[in-house]
Each structure stands twice: as C-alpha cells, then as structure tokens.
C-alpha cells in the first residue's frame, strides 16, 4: 500500500510512518497540502493520505477532486483535539488517529480503508483450477481477460495475478472504466498537459503513466467508448501513449489485465468492441465461475470474513453453528462472494452466543438468509403454476409487433421495472450502458416518453446523463 504523509515530522508523525512501513506500507511525505496534490498530480500516486488536522483538510480534498483525484483521507494529531478531530471528519476525513500512535490502531486503519489484504480463498475444485491456472501465467508479460459474473472476485484475481508476477514490487493501477464519463477517461488513462481543455490547470499523469513498470487493471473494459477503444489498442501494441493535448508520445512499460462481466465476443458481433481489442487484451482468459458453481468455497471464504471482520471491528471470531452452516450452503449467492462477504461483516456484528448462529444470517433488509431460499422455493412453485398462463398471454400480446416495436417494448418495461436505472436495465437486458442509452435516444427523438433516471415514471424528455 502507498501512504503519503502531510504534515511536519514531529517526533510522533514519524512514529507512526515507521508504524506503517513496518506493516509494508510505502510511505511518501510532503509538508503542505498544495504539495501533495502536486505530488499526485505528476502521478507519485497514493493509496491513503495521512494528513495533520492543522492543515485544511477540506481544501486538500477539494484540489484532489478538481482534479479528479479520489484518494481516501486519514487524520491525525497530537493530544486529540476534540474539535479539530470532529472538523477533519466534517471536511471529509474517513478515519482519525491520535498520536502518540497505537501500532494496532495504525494496522486496522490501514487495512479499514486500504483494504489490501484479499488473498484468494478456496477449496473448490472448479476455482482452485482456475487460480492454477493464473499461478501458471502470472509470470509472464501477456495480457489477461478475467471475465464472470458481479462480485466473484475478477479485481482480487487481478490483485493475485499482480503479486505472483515479477512486477509485484511495482505499483497496481486499477481503472474503473464503467465509473467514470467517457469524456473523462481518456484523460483518467492518458494524462494531460497544461491548458488542453479548461479546467486542466497543470500537467496530469494518468493511470498508464502512473503504473509504469507495474500493472494497470482496466476493469469492465466492456464500457469503454469505441474511440477509446483505439486509443487503448495502440498504448498495448506500441507501449506509447499520446497525453491529451500532448505534443510527442510517452513510453510506458506496464502489463494489462482486464475484466468484463459482459460477453466481449458478443460486444464485438454488435459492434460495440473492437475485435482487434478483443484479441490483444485476451491472451490468456480466466474465467471465474459463480459461487453457484463452486460450493466448496462457501465454507471457507465464510470462515475466512468472520476472522477478518472480528479482528476489524475488535469483537471474537465465533466459530459458526452447524446450523449456520446448512443455512449458507443453501443460498443462493446472486451476489456471488461480494454477498457473502457483506452477509458475514453483519452476522460478525449480530452474533451473541458463543456461536455465529443461523439467527445472526441477514439479508440486508433484516430478513433472515434462510427465508430468502424458502421464499424462493415457494415462488418457483407457484411461478411454475402460472407460467403457461403468462407465456401465452406475453406471445399474444407480441402477435402483429415488429422486431423493432417489440425490442422497444421490452427495453422500456425493463427500464420501468428498474425505475430509471439505466445500470441495472442494461444488466438485465445484456446489452452494454452505451447500447441502450443510444436506443433511448431513438426512443426520444421519435416523441417517445422515457422514464427517468431513478424514478420509473415517464417524462417528456430524455436525460441521457
């Protein structure tokens, strides 16, 4: 983890540095707050900021998203001042330290917020040969494509095949490429100079800059906008980028992992990915498969959360009931590994026996885990009762449709269904965010009322935003 620290060295800043760098942070210093905004802006990159609460805290933070910089902000001081405390939360501060510093204190916050320490867990069969496979590669310089569903762990994968690989001691860049406006990720990914368009105040290293001699996660690659896309395609074949607004290319030495929840191969038959892309990017793919199809894992990576989760919130790590147990074998996990996790930070927190017992297994609405299959069970059994019904009730009402009229259709219910988010329609539909913000526009233009974002109700006019 990279830790830069704000603030003068007095005796007890420095205590706490070498705290850090003991549990394997690497630590940067600088003594102002325009200067670690500069520092990050020329790409010296940071996981966490360390920064006296003497300084202005807010200002730091407002400079950092001027330039779109997002880096977590942790607060620290002498003799614990309780308002100063309370001010640097205000101004955006996650955490605050008291010095002198605790070395437990300084460990759990570094991992709260950090959060580096994912090592991959399993005993599956089916994952197991996959990270296998990726100990096989790891080694080599050729681009990976992990691909398989939200929340089975393709960034952990990632995180893996960095450490295992003769990079590990350079810096891991991760780019999330879904997140961010295409009219910005170039700029994220490339870097620009001073004055390319307004705004850009001074010279900005970006991520292919930043990971030189490392590696740059580009997860779901799948959104990138297809001029991107070209962009992309000759910084992996040249290793040279162009910054925006830069007058001569930029050598950059770094390694590409990739990740998609989408189906490329199909992005590129609709034409939304580039083929050439496609090919560059996956030398080697890793599939990860659900946690559906790896039961073997439920077990472990259960018992795995509750020690991380008691150590980070200083609680007992409770063995789990055999109850418990049965009830998370039987889940479904829609959520894949990111669902179990949550599922055991709570169950962390609820448990009160000697036991994590079954009662302490929450949906996030406070339902228990189990109901959530049982109610399952019930409803496939009576969907099953009404499934002739519906089938032929939908195909008559499609009966005298076009493909056109009934793939509108269908994209405005889907829409409607998830009240505007445009994310989970897209999901639920298999198509990429582009795709259908480009059909809703049609829809638009044509007069069509397109249910708002977020709100399942029609309006007049479309935002595509």
């Known amino acids: ?38 520092s990050l802006r020329r790409g010296q990159g940071a996981d966490l900021l360390m920064v006296d609460y003497h300084l202005d805290i807010a200002a730091l933070i407002a400079a950092n998203e001027a330039e779109r910089i997002h880096v977590p902000v942790v607060a620290c001081g002498v003799d614990a001042d309780a308002d100063l405390a309370a001010n640097a939360i205000r101004a955006g501060a996650k955490e605050f330290i008291p010095l002198p510093p605790e070395a437990d204190l300084i460990a759990a916050v570094l991992a709260a917020v950090a959060d580096d320490d994912r ?14 496979l990726a100990d096989q590669v790891a080694k080599s310089e050729a681009s990976i494509l992990i691909t398989g569903e939200s929340g089975v762990g393709k960034e952990v994968m990632a995180r893996h095949l960095h450490a295992q690989s003769r990079r590990a001691d350079k810096p891991f860049i ?9 009219n910005l990720l170039e700029s994220e990914l490339f870097g620009h100079e001073k004055g390319a368009f307004t705004g850009a105040v001074a010279r900005r290293i970006g991520k292919f800059e930043e990971a030189d001699g490392g590696t740059l996660l580009l997860d779901e690659i799948s959104e990138m906008d297809a001029r991107l896309q070209a962009k992309l395609l000759r910084a992996i074949q040249e290793r040279v980028i162009d910054r ?7 050598s950059v030495n770094i390694r590409i992992i990739a990740t998609s929840n989408r189906d490329l191969a199909r992005a590129v038959s609709e034409g939304t990915f580039r083929e050439d892309l496609l090919y560059r990017l996956n030398v080697v793919n890793l599939r990860l498969p659900s946690l559906r199809e790896r039961p073997g894992d ?3 990576l259960a018992d795995h959360f509750v020690k991380k989760y008691a150590v980070a919130n200083g609680v007992p790590a409770r063995p789990l009931s055999e109850a418990a147990r049965r009830a998370l074998l039987g889940h479904r996990w829609p959520g894949n590994v990111r669902e179990l996790e949550n599922a055991m930070h709570r169950a962390v927190l609820l448990a009160t026996g000697p036991e994590i017992g079954e009662d302490a297994l929450r949906m996030p609405d406070g ?10 069970a019930a409803s496939d059994a009576g969907v099953a009762g009404h499934a002739a019904q519906a089938a032929d009730a939908v195909t008559r009402a499609y009966v005298g449709q076009t493909v056109a009229e009934m793939e509108k259709t269908l994209i405005l219910d889907t829409l409607s269904h998830c009240l505007g988010n445009r994310t989970h329609a897209a999901n639920i539909l298999g198509i ?8 809703l526009n049609e829809y638009a233009d044509a007069g069509e009322a397109i249910p708002a974002p977020q709100s399942g109700v029609a309006g007049s006019a479309y935002n595509a935003a």
């Not at 706490?16 to 549990?23: I, L, P």
């Open 432 to 439: 990429s965010i582009r795709t259908l913000r480009n059909k």
């Open 298 to 300: 439920v077990a472990v």
């Open 367 to 376: 339902q228990p885990l189990g109901a959530a299959g049982t109610a399952a």
């Open 174 to 182: 991760s780019v999330n490429c879904a997140a961010i406006p295409d």
């Open 244 to 250: 925006v607004g830069g007058a001569k290319p930029v």
């Open 119 to 132: 090592p991959m867990v399993s005993a599956d069969p089916n994952m197991v040969a996959v990270i296998k």
């Open 1 to 38: 983890m990279r830790l830069l620290v704000v603030g003068r060295l007095s005796g007890q800043l420095a205590a706490a540095v070498k705290m850090a760098m003991a549990h394997g942070a690497k630590v940067g210093h600088v003594e102002r707050c325009d200067q670690a905004t500069d």
